[in-house]
């Protein structure tokens, strides 16, 4: 679910990052981008009074649109050598299987407590009002592989710096945090916890 509630390395991870902002760049003219806008709904005062929530089922709702917004993940991030892709609950999950499919790379489900069978890592972190945590299953991704995390939607930051933790304690490399939606202060090309984050569209709210 997004968060609507509330570099080490040698001249290899630099190049990536250039690449990343470069592709950011051209990005910023596709005409897919308004397509994508318009058919995110702002539903006022849901799920608690004061919040302006990002409706992605709108979107989910016309295929050309959702073809279009999962095609500009895949365009970016296909050839990059990413192993895995890592959704986090929910609405990662809408976007993740489909972008780890066409580049060839595993879904790995980042889930909340209790819901994923087996030996899990946990990560907990903190919420506008309490706390929550991700899990992993434990052996879903190897030590080295290039991972992308996957979200509908970043505000604080919160829930993808948890997922980066998760997946770094994991011995893994988080390339960059992928998400549909982002507050303005994530539309440019910037950091989380050292790592790129890309952003398609802005928040409307």
Known sequence: MGEQESESGGGGVDMVTEQAAAAAAKDALDPRLQGISDA????PHFPKPGIMFNDITALLLR???FKDAVDMFVERYRGMAIAAVAGIEARGFMFGPAIALAIG????PLRKPGKLPGEVIAEG???EYGTDCLEMHVGAIEPGERVVVVDDLVATGGTLSAAIRLIERAGADVVECACLIGLP???DFCK???KPVYVLVESRK
Do not use: D, E
């Open 40 to 43: 995110i709904r702002v539903v």
């Open 63 to 65: 295929p050309g649109v």
């Open 105 to 108: 790379a595993k879904f790995i």
């Open 125 to 127: 972190y903190v919420l």
């Open 185 to 187: 202060k994530f539309k």
């Open 192 to 194: 989380l916890n050292g």
